[in-house]
């Protein structure tokens, strides 16, 4: 061969490594998108020519704190409520020797506190019984009569955990309707549910039922986005029952064992939120049956909060309470009468607006967090 000869095949060949360099470096690029896709599809995130920020997004999902032990940040967040209910009565009560001047302001801080007036009568009945038994007059001994009668007051016998497990009989996955007023902290907690079933190594999708307020949709995005839940959306203003179908429809679809769905809390008349979440419901259950319906409550509106709890629970059958903003209150009283009032226990406490402050809820240690010192 001659140097030209030579020169032509060295060109050839190094023709062919650019090129097949050139392919590799596709194929790279094409599987890359394909696991940003998948994520898009999760995350709601711009697939494409911005899948670079997409596979940042899909790597950037949150780990939310795991349920356990959520409660115990409770005393330092309670410290309010602590002047009310635990603070004021422990001190009443470790005076020593009451009379009835001071029964009545024991009476008077127990209704102070929200826990009503029927909750407050049996108490008092329980607190007058207990120190006659035990002759209460120091601290100790007062603290220990509260804790056993206020944690009697909260019921431990309830049944508070959450139907939130696949069905795996029907193949179906759970369904949990999220209903309230507005501004009570439903949409947030809609998201801070999720994050707390994902905590628990739960698959979750999000219905955002609530239709009615335009920004509550993209809210629920966020909260979902943050954890790798898929979101099903509506039109604004559009019928919140297919949205909730649709919801459940593709938690079925995609095999999740819970579908979360938020509602619209328009509490215009009885008979129009009855109409409203009836439907919701009625058409979310063509799939099966609602598992839980938790009804969200702001601890700040006090007895408020009970007329709305009333209406809510008249429309439909509440499984659980979530009492959100516990954190900005100084009463506490109405986890004790809110459960008295519908018969259903608090399952969940809002203890503050960051994206983990939701708390399972467990009497021994709410309690414990009134009365700590
Ligand atoms: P919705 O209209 O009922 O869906 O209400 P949102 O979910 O939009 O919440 C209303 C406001 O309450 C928001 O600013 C939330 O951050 C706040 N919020 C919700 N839960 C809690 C809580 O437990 N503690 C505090 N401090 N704020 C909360």
């Given at each position: 061969m001659t140097a030209i000869e030579y020169g032509v095949l060295a060109l050839v060949i190094l023709a062919l490594l650019v090129v097949v360099l050139l392919r590799v470096a596709s194929t790279r690029r094409s599987s890359g998108s394909t696991t940003l896709k998948t994520g898009t599809e999760e995350t709601g995130a711009p697939i494409g020519p911005d899948a670079e920020p997409a596979a940042t997004s899909v790597l950037e999902l949150e780990r939310p704190e795991p349920a356990t032990g959520r409660l115990g940040r409770l005393r330092g967040r309670l410290a309010k409520s602590n002047t009310t209910l635990g603070k004021g009565l422990l001190a009443l009560l470790s005076r020593g020797g009451l009379d009835e001047a001071a029964w009545d302001e024991v009476e008077e801080t127990l209704l102070l506190a929200d826990l009503g007036v029927a909750s407050t009568q049996d108490l008092m009945a329980r607190l007058r019984a207990g120190v006659r038994a035990n002759d209460v007059n120091t601290v100790d001994a007062a603290r220990l009569l509260l804790r056993t009668e206020l944690i009697d007051a909260l019921d431990p016998?309830?049944?508070?955990?959450?139907?939130?497990?696949?069905?795996r009989d029907v193949d179906r996955p759970s369904v949990v309707l999220v209903v309230g007023?507005?501004?009570?902290g439903k949409t947030t907690t809609t998201g801070k549910l999720a994050r707390l079933l994902v905590a628990d190594g739960r698959t979750v999708v999000l219905g955002?039922?609530?239709?009615?307020?335009?920004?509550a949709s993209d809210q629920l995005q966020t909260w979902g986005d943050r954890v790798g839940a898929h979101v099903v959306r509506g039109p604004d203003g559009g019928d919140p029952a297919s949205v909730a179908f649709d919801a459940v429809a593709t938690g079925i679809e995609r095999g999740v064992d819970a579908v979360v769905i938020d509602t619209a809390g328009r509490l215009h008349t009885k008979t129009g939120l009855m109409d409203e979440l009836g439907k919701v419901k009625r058409v979310a259950e063509k799939h099966g049956p609602v598992d839980e319906v938790l009804l969200v409550l702001d601890a700040t509106t006090g007895q408020n909060g009970l007329v709305q709890a009333r209406v809510f629970a008249e429309v439909v059958d509440i499984t659980g309470v979530v009492l959100t903003k516990l954190d900005g209150t100084a009463k506490g009283g109405i986890v004790v009468s809110v459960q008295r009032e519908l018969g259903v226990p608090v399952k969940l406490v809002g203890l503050g607006e960051?994206?983990?402050?939701l708390a399972p809820f467990e009497p021994e240690v709410f309690v414990d967090a009134l009365l700590a010192d």
């Open positions: 016998s309830m049944d508070r955990s959450l139907h939130v497990d696949r069905h007023v507005n501004g009570t955002a039922a609530d239709t009615f307020r335009a920004a960051g994206a983990d402050d």
